[in-house]
């Protein structure tokens, strides 16, 4: 997709974008540790330490172990093998220079979110010369409240995002002429894939098929095959390295025709509520109907064609998920700038048609999720969560004023109770015993951990020194009750043998989660209060 006459425009740096890149960079670090990790990014952060102290990703320590597939992610040798390394060496080095906190560990990914929204905004105004799209689409993706909430993550998200931007800004500067495009691209590509290979695959996929649709000429010519050779090589040391064929055989759906049809409601559903709302998707649909009929009708106008090239991907993109074993929200975030490039290629062609109506319009889009989410409930369409209030993403309402009211005040966390709770109680050498939450736990205390989802459990004979049942109950891939969940009910008498305490604040499902079916601005009052269970004396002398 080379771009083989670029617009002229000027070098000077743009005074709006500088005030913009300060506005993303005080949402993605302000307090940016006013929450511990939930039990994903404790997953990463876990991995990291044992890089810092190892110097290889090991799931085992000595006292505890990391897995949240009963031990499917790795050998014998304890080497991670289930997910590519980048996110968790990128997290090694933040701990290497800022320590084990969790300021260091999210920091990296919160400055790769701030690059991405200036890559976003260089990507349009060099190819295309459009300073009020490249602008607009720049602040889209600032006060995108969902792709904060992501950014703000120790967890590929942002780096997902990244290296697709890289991808897109090299694919659009001459890769088919010159070597530093084509090394970009080859490299964009092969980082992606060490980011997250579910995220490469979704992506290059429709990338290809789009390219091929718009950009048939830059296909077909040798470079693009010693590209695609040289991207080969780079990720085969990855693909013999990871556990593709364990993944693969979770695989495993009773209908794998129903799954796939529940997959694209969840996702299209993700897309308009979120992403795209409804009155634009049905606009770009009929603006581009000979594009759909076969008829041709190819944009002939550059930027119209690139704002198409990037809806296909999107499009194509939730295709290719649809066969993955789960449908979460994170595989998309990577889409979240391509989004911001459409919206406001959108914005900007309203603004030109009439003033006050691209002004309220880019209004809507940047502060409320009015345009997602109206439409779709006059439309009775809705996806719910167990939670929901009225300060959650799936209602209507100012989403950036929910988010800095959360960042300003503070968030009784789940995790962060029983962090406070056990290293203020708990005494060195007890182990913990958890149905869910093991693996924040490993990361801020320094107790042995059992549970959650690691499949390991108390040896014969042995009782844990606290248990905590949290309220939801969880099951595993083979739709068994999880391991811990099973002990405790058929091996422990936790009404005879503990003593129950009840902690301040709810027991939410997960903490921190960024997902926004599920992320929480404010708390609620109190419905399922934390509980902790603790070995009274009279066990604790059986059982040393």
Request: aromatic share 16%; proline share 7%; net charge neutral.
């Amino acid at each position: 997709m080379g771009n083989h006459s670029k617009p002229t425009f000027s070098a000077r740096f743009d005074p709006v974008l500088l005030a913009l890149l300060a506005v993303a960079a005080f949402l993605l670090f302000f307090h940016l540790d006013h929450r511990p990790f939930w039990q994903d990014e404790a997953e990463t952060a876990c991995l990291a330490r044992n890089v810092v102290h190892f110097g290889l990703p090991l799931a085992f320590d000595d006292v505890n172990l990391i897995s949240q597939e009963e031990g499917r992610e790795f050998g014998p040798d304890h080497l991670w093998r289930w997910s590519p390394w980048l996110q968790i060496y990128l997290t090694a080095a933040a701990f290497f220079l800022g320590g084990f906190s969790t300021f260091a560990g999210r920091f990296p990914f919160a400055l790769f979110g701030l690059l991405c929204v200036w890559l976003v905004y260089r990507l349009i105004k060099v190819n295309f010369g459009n300073r009020h799209w490249a602008l607009m689409s720049a602040a889209l993706l600032t006060f995108s409240v969902p792709f904060l909430l992501f950014s703000r993550q120790c967890r590929y998200y942002s780096l997902g995002a990244f290296f697709t931007l890289t991808a897109l800004y090299a694919f659009r500067s001459d890769w088919q002429t010159r070597v530093a495009p084509a090394g970009l691209l080859v490299l964009s590509l092969g980082s992606l894939f060490y980011t997250n290979y579910l995220l490469c695959a979704s992506f290059l996929a429709p990338a290809l098929l789009a390219a091929a649709l718009l950009y048939p000429r830059d296909l077909l010519t040798p470079r693009t095959v010693t590209l695609a050779l040289g991207l080969i090589i780079l990720i085969i040391p990855g693909a013999l390295l990871f556990k593709f064929h364990d993944q693969a055989s979770l695989l495993r759906y009773p209908d794998l025709g129903t799954m796939i049809l529940q997959h694209l409601e969840k996702y299209w559903t993700d897309l308009l509520q979120f992403m795209v709302p409804l009155p634009i998707c049905l606009y770009l649909l009929w603006r581009w109907r000979r594009v759909w009929q076969g008829a041709g009708g190819v944009p002939a106008d550059p930027g119209e064609r690139f704002v198409l090239f990037c809806a296909l991907i999107v499009i194509g993109n939730i295709f290719f998920l649809l066969p993955a074993p789960q449908a979460e929200h994170r595989y998309l975030i990577h889409l979240y700038p391509l989004v911001a490039i459409v919206l406001g290629w959108t914005a900007c062609c309203l603004w030109r048609y009439h003033k006050f109506s691209g002004a309220l319009f880019g209004l809507m889009l940047l502060f409320t999720n009015w345009l997602q989410l109206v439409p779709l409930h006059w439309l009775g369409i809705r996806y719910f969560p167990i939670y929901n209030d009225v300060h959650m993403l799936t209602y209507p309402n100012l989403t950036i004023r929910n988010f800095l009211i959360e960042l300003g005040s503070p968030y009784p966390d789940v995790n962060q109770n029983l962090i406070n709770f056990f290293n203020t109680h708990a005494r060195p050498g007890e182990t913990i015993l958890t149905t869910y939450g093991d693996l924040p736990l490993q990361f801020y205390t320094r107790h042995q951990i059992l549970g959650g989802l690691q499949g390991r459990i108390p040896a014969p004979g042995e009782a844990p020194d606290w248990v905590v049942r949290r309220w939801h109950t969880r099951w595993n891939r083979d739709y068994f009750l999880q391991q811990s969940e099973d002990y405790i009910l058929n091996q422990l008498n936790l009404a005879r043998d503990y003593e129950m305490l009840v902690l301040p604040g709810e027991d939410e499902m997960f903490g921190n989660r960024a997902d926004p079916y599920y992320h929480r601005f404010l708390p609620p009052e109190p419905r399922v209060r934390l509980v902790v269970y603790r070995k009274n004396l009279r066990v604790a002398h059986e059982h040393p």
